[in-house]
């Protein structure tokens, strides 16, 4: 049995052939997985019914396996029919997770159309499909280097 929380064989097969740089998208329940993706990226559909899992679930299992070097949010709009008035509520969830991980790295926020552009890289090798509905939960890691 393994000791971290990643269990999911499938997940940690794509997780150990990846290396520095490449890059991990936890996607939300409304990303559009099958077209918005790397060349090289494997698609992992989690998502069992409405809610179940959540992006920050799948956040608390990835970072338990690998090292993160980057971590990238979709910034909300401000205007329009999906516009939130600050940060998503589901950025606190994810400071908590990685703090609670030992990870001290910033959130940071990409326009959503330069998000795409940041995944359709050769270096996107995994995207975890969950059925999170909260709006702009969309994370991208970028795997870094172990270091023990």
Known sequence: MLKH????PQI???LARAGHHATVLIADGNYPASSKKGPNAEVVSMNLMPGVITCDQALQAVISA???EEIRTMKSETSGPYALDGDPPVWEDYRTSLRQAGIDLPIKPVEKWEF???VA???HVLTIQTADQQRYANILLTVGVRMD
């Open 5 to 8: 929380r990643l269990i999911h």
């Open 12 to 14: 940690n097969e794509i």
């Open 66 to 68: 690998l090292p993160v």
């Open 116 to 118: 795409y552009e940041a």
């Open 121 to 123: 890289t050769a270096d």
